[in-house]
């Protein structure tokens, strides 16, 4: 199994970090995001072309996702925290 650990960070007048694990990566049905320091507040899945194909709210710093019913391919996930923070992570779906 492979562990994927996404980083974000934004430099402005602070600079704030957040990261986010996320696995199984290749995945068949279920995909887990877990942040140890900040809440996720919201995760979209996006195909290749740009298109949300999935959006889940949710307010826990631990996330199983469904994704049995996508195509096998390579996904983006973007995971918005209770900060706002954004963190772009790969996923692969396989059959």
């Known amino acids: 199994m492979?562990?994927?650990q996404a980083k974000g960070s934004f430099t402005g007048l602070?600079?704030?970090?957040v990261?986010?694990?996320?696995?199984?990566?290749?995945?068949?049905?279920?995909?887990?995001?877990?942040?140890?320091?900040q809440q996720i507040e919201l995760i979209?899945?996006?195909?290749?072309s740009g298109?949300?194909?999935?959006?889940?709210?949710?307010f826990s710093n631990s996330v199983d996702l469904s994704i049995k019913h996508l195509s096998a391919g390579v996904y983006l996930a973007k995971v918005t925290t209770s900060k706002q923070q954004r963190v772009i992570s790969k996923i692969i779906k396989e059959d």
């Open 2 to 4: 492979f562990v994927a």
């Open 44 to 48: 979209e899945i996006f195909d290749l």
């Open 19 to 37: 990261s986010i694990n996320v696995y199984p990566v290749p995945s068949k049905e279920m995909v887990s995001f877990v942040s140890s320091d």
């Open 14 to 17: 602070k600079t704030l970090n």
């Open 51 to 58: 298109k949300k194909v999935l959006a889940q709210h949710c």
